[in-house]
Every structure is written in structure tokens, then in C-alpha cells.
T-cell receptor
């Protein structure tokens, strides 16, 4: 079985400050890792994904994440946030051995609240 | 390119009633997913289709939920009869069928309230 843990349910931060949203996963096999963002009353939008190669992944809107296999983590970071980054952020995984099964397993989400 | 379309956006029903949701995926996307997102939680897969065949329905409550994808394009998800705990947002997503790295594109969801 696999699981995804997002340690912080809410993260308040001031505008232009840096932010890190934490994600840890557990799996006995290799996984593919994703971060999605959900704005109010909208569907989820892919921010970035790690499939292989460089462990530092850059995504849209200035976000980046680093895959750390030894710590089974995939934390999301942004050096300077904007008010428009206020949203719910979800970390998700797919197991590499699940032939044909491509469903994402999501964490419970982190609410990023950017204050002026 | 048009995104994933879902309707209705909102639905309120009484418990024990039936309800149906519709999804139109991005053109050319072979794989379609239905997820259930309960308030305060991440989405959870209900069913995955590849073309019009079911790949994974292991978490679908089959005594009350059903889904179909006729002709490998549009899909409908039905609940009959609904329970209070079915109150959630139902998200449809689609992707190409190139591998694990495929991006899943999500629709805006249908918010179901069961009274």
C-alpha cells in the first residue's frame, strides 16, 4: 500500500516571503510524484511532476520541488509568493508497478494563505 | 484546446434519491477517471476507464455507484440510492495513454449535497 502525508493542513505566509509545503510518501516500490493546485471552485491543475532524472523539478508559476529518495519526500517551494498563490495544494503519487492503473493517490492537501 | 467538461456543477438531492453526473474528456484522451473529493480530503479514485473498458474500479461502491463510458468518449457516473456520506465533489479527469507520466487534466467538478 502507498500513502501520502502532507504534514501541514494550513500554511499562512506574508506576500513576497518564501514558502515550503511538505510532502512525504510511503511506498515499497518506485513512485512518480506530482503536485497539483486547486483554486476555489476550480478543478485541479498540475504544477509539476517528477518522473526520473534531476531531482530538482521546476514547474509553473515559479514553483519547484525536490525529490529526496532517502527521506521519501517531495517538498514544494517558492522563493516569493503572491496573493494569487492562495489555494489548496495537493501532493500525489503513482506507483510504477501498477500496470495499467494510473490513478493518483493524493495527500489531504495544504491550504496556502498568502496575506498582504 | 477545450478542457474537461462536467455537468451539472451543483446538485442537491434528498437521501435515497438517485443522481447522475456527466463528463466529456479532452478530445483524443483515451483514459478517463472519476474521483470523489470529500471536504477536507484529497481526491480518491472511484473508477478508471481506458477507452470504454474498466481498468480499475476497486474503490467504487458497486452496490450504489455505477459508471459507464459509451463509445470511449463521454462518461456518466450514477449514484442510486444516495446516502448522506456521498456529499462530496465528483471530479472527472482525462489523460492520454502514453505512460505513468501522463498529466491528468481535471474538470471543475460537480458538488453534490445529500440532505
Amino acid at each position: 500500500a502507498q500513502s501520502v502525508t502532507q504534514l501541514d493542513s494550513q500554511v499562512p505566509v506574508f506576500e513576497e516571503a518564501p514558502v515550503e509545503l511538505r510532502c512525504n510518501y510511503s511506498s515499497s516500490v518506485s513512485v512518480y510524484l506530482f503536485w497539483y493546485v486547486q483554486y476555489p471552485n476550480q478543478g485541479l491543475q498540475l504544477l509539476l511532476k517528477y518522473l526520473s532524472g534531476s531531482t530538482l523539478v521546476k514547474g509553473i508559476n515559479g514553483f519547484e520541488a525536490e525529490f529526496n529518495k532517502s527521506q521519501t519526500s517531495f517538498h514544494l517551494r517558492k522563493p516569493s509568493v503572491h496573493i494569487s498563490d492562495t489555494a489548496e495544494y495537493f501532493c500525489a503519487v503513482i506507483r510504477s508497478m501498477d500496470t495499467g492503473r494510473r490513478a493518483l493517490t493524493f495527500g489531504s492537501g495544504t491550504r496556502l494563505q498568502v496575506q498582504p | 484546446e477545450a478542457g474537461v467538461a462536467q455537468s451539472p456543477r451543483y446538485k442537491i438531492i434528498e437521501k435515497r434519491q438517485s443522481v447522475a453526473f456527466w463528463c466529456n474528456p479532452i478530445s483524443g484522451h483515451a483514459t478517463l477517471y472519476w474521483y470523489q473529493q470529500i471536504l477536507g480530503q484529497g481526491p480518491k479514485l472511484l473508477i478508471q476507464f481506458q477507452n470504454n473498458g474498466v481498468v480499475d474500479d476497486s474503490q467504487l461502491p458497486k452496490d450504489r455507484f455505477s459508471a459507464e463510458r459509451l463509445k470511449g468518449v463521454d462518461s456518466t457516473l450514477k449514484i442510486q440510492p444516495a446516502k448522506l456520506e456521498d456529499s462530496a465533489v465528483y471530479l472527472c479527469a482525462s489523460s492520454l495513454d502514453r505512460g505513468f507520466g501522463d498529466t491528468q487534466y481535471f474538470g471543475p467538478g460537480t458538488r453534490l449535497t445529500v440532505l
